[in-house]
């Protein structure tokens, strides 16, 4: 009898959970670097606010964000609900938030590993990796392309 290995999902490490504890305040007070906000959005299963640090960047004309973790709690909610908010300080901005395709990520990838300098220790792959790598790496790390929620305004009555 043979034993297939199953891969265990790559989980964030226990000291995310502290930082991200001191980075919250800060970042309601909009102080840290300029891609960081507050991704809200509602639980999946209690449905109470959460919120998490991500980093927001631009690639191609489009707004992405980039989790180092598949199985993070705020990718679940977002996967279940596809809205939240973006806040910094005072701004915040009501989303949907769309997953990439597996096989659209890498580009992407790579532009978030080539940006964003303090999302790079939470890919698995480097900055200067091969297309290969970033193809490999794409089922790893979910991509949510960012759309701003446009509000309805109705014609003014004459």
């Known amino acids: 009898m043979t034993k297939t290995s199953v891969a265990t999902e790559r989980r964030a490490p226990r000291w995310l959970k502290l930082v991200n504890r001191l980075n919250r305040p800060l970042l309601r007070r909009g102080i840290g670097p300029r891609p960081q906000h507050l991704l809200v959005v509602a639980g999946r299963k209690t449905g109470l ?3 998490t640090p991500v980093a927001v960047f631009d690639h191609a004309g489009a707004r992405y964000i980039v989790a180092g973790y ?12 596809g809205r939240a908010a973006l806040r910094r300080g005072r701004r915040s901005e009501q989303v949907i ?16 590993a080539r940006t964003v300098r303090g999302g790079r220790a939470f890919l698995t792959v480097s900055a200067d990796a091969s297309e290969v790598a970033f193809i490999s790496a794409s089922a790893r790390h979910p991509v949510f392309e960012v759309r701003e929620i446009v509000p309805v305004t109705h014609g003014s009555r004459r």
């Open 49 to 51: 606010v959460r919120s």
């Open 70 to 81: 598949a199985g993070a709690d705020w990718v679940k909610n977002v996967r279940r609900t």
């Open 97 to 112: 938030l769309d997953e990439t395709p597996v096989g659209e990520r890498a580009p992407i990838l790579r532009e978030f």
